[in-house]
């Protein structure tokens, strides 16, 4: 898919990993509209980027639609979304103290990362479906965010392995879903990147967690994520997987 003159949704879009790819989308012609909640920078980064900012929370499942919808209309059309909104939890299967993990927190993590990401998909993919498609036949790209944890949780992250596990196995088969529309559906698992989620982690604690990698061992950059984000909107054989972006890291148990 070309970049110039398109446009994209970036949910998450005010920090870390999501804006780093909003910035190179914008630095190659494309329109943007960051989607953030009301809280965040996004209102500095789009005007940065000479886009637009529209508060939203993707736990607000009924509300998304109509923000998407102002997104989409403002812009014209929709060609690219990227999706990072989310997080995990903290808590064992059965606790220390021997009770069991809390079925609600569990759910509000499923809600934030599974379900926040299949209803801004099927919202996203509802809009590109009308766009007259490219030569090649692409009407558009969606590329959601999971985790390396979603293969090998650690000790303490069964809610956020859960969710974004199912994230990853969702991607083929949307994809598939999608596939006589010319949408593609694309994730990224990221291993530990040094983003607005990270911040708090002091440096000895970052080493640590990234020596198991294989090269190099520190955390990633949001803008390693970006590059591998353009690249897939780029390329039309990029289908359907879930792609790691991990430096050969393999997360050990705790
Ligand atoms: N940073 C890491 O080490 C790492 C590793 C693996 C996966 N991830 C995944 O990446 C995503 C986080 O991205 P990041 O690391 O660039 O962090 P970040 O905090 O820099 O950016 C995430 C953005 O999402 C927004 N957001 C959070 N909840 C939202 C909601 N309910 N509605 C709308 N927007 C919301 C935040 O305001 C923020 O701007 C998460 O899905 C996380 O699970 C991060």
Redesign the pocket.
């Known amino acids: 898919m070309e970049i110039s003159g398109n446009n994209a949704i970036f949910?998450?879009?005010?920090?870390?990993?999501?804006?780093a790819t909003a910035i190179r989308f914008a630095e190659k012609g494309g329109k943007v509209a960051i989607?953030?909640?009301e809280?965040?920078?996004?209102a500095s980064v789009a005007k940065e980027l000479n886009g637009i900012f529209l508060p939203?929370?993707?736990?607000d499942f009924d509300g998304m639609a109509g923000v998407m919808d102002e997104a989409v209309k403002a812009m014209g059309g929709l060609h690219f979304m990227v999706n990072?909104?989310?997080?995990?939890g903290a808590q064992k299967t059965v606790k220390r103290d021997g009770v069991r993990h809390s079925l609600a927190d569990f759910r509000r993590v499923i809600d934030?990362?599974l379900i926040?990401s299949f209803n801004i998909n099927s919202i996203a993919a509802e809009h590109m479906q009308h766009k007259e498609p490219n030569e090649s036949g692409e009407r558009g790209v969606m590329i959601n965010?999971?985790?390396?944890?979603a293969f090998e949780g650690q000790i303490g992250q069964v809610s956020?392995t859960a969710a974004?596990g199912g994230i990853a196995a969702m991607t083929l088969t949307m994809a598939r879903d999608l596939g006589s529309l010319g949408i593609r559906c694309m994730t990224i698992?990221?291993?530990?990147?040094?983003?607005?989620?990270?911040a708090g982690i002091p440096e000895e604690a970052s080493q640590n967690m990234t020596k198991g990698a294989a090269f190099p061992r520190r955390?990633?950059k949001?803008d390693e994520f970006a590059i591998m984000a353009i690249s897939i909107y780029e390329c039309a054989m990029m289908n359907g997987s879930t792609l790691r972006i991990d430096g050969g890291q393999r997360f050990a148990p705790r």
């Open positions: 949910v998450g879009g005010a920090s870390g990993m999501c804006r989607l953030d909640l809280s965040s920078d996004g939203c929370n993707v736990m990072t909104a989310g997080g995990g934030l990362n926040g965010t999971a985790s390396i944890a956020y974004k698992a990221p291993s530990l990147f040094d983003t607005g989620l990270t955390m990633g949001p």
